[in-house]
Nanobody, 126 residues
Framework: QVHVVESGGGLVQAGGSLRLSCVASGRTFTNYNMGWFRQAPEKEREFVAAITWSGGSTYLADSVKGRFTISRDNAKNTVYLQMNSLKPEDTAIYYC???????????????????WGQGTQVTVSS
């Protein structure tokens, strides 16, 4: 079992920045690729970013490329999502998720991930 906890959400004005953190515990952190997803009211959960177990490869949704960055610190069992130039349409609950590195499912599908956090709210005002 992997326990995932997100933090760092909040209210920010358009154009501002936030950094989300996600700590995963319970199993060897480097056995997991990690992803960030978000879900706005009445919308489906959507892929935001993913990073492989070593940090060697990262993936970003087109909607956040050039504004968001995903990184991880394996010594701290933590993955980060740096969000810059935030827009009102970025408003959502942001979820962190863990996927075994031994599984070949695609990184952008929520169903590929086994362990999820409770989410952290990000609200961007215009």
């Amino acid at each position: 079992q992997v326990h995932v906890v997100e933090s760092g959400g909040g209210l920010v004005q358009a154009g501002g920045s936030l950094r989300l953190s996600c700590v995963a515990s319970g199993r060897t952190f480097t056995n997991y690729n990690m992803g960030w997803f978000r879900q706005a009211p009445e919308k489906e959960r959507e892929f935001v970013a993913a990073i492989t177990w070593s940090g060697g490869s990262t993936y970003l949704a087109d909607s956040v490329k050039g504004r968001f960055t995903i990184s991880r610190d394996n010594a701290k069992n933590t993955v980060y999502l740096q969000m810059n130039s935030l827009k009102p349409e970025d408003t959502a609950i942001y979820y962190c998720a863990a996927k075994s590195k031994y599984r070949s499912e695609t990184y952008y599908r929520p169903g590929s991930y086994t362990y999820w956090g409770q989410g952290t709210q990000v609200t961007v005002s215009s």
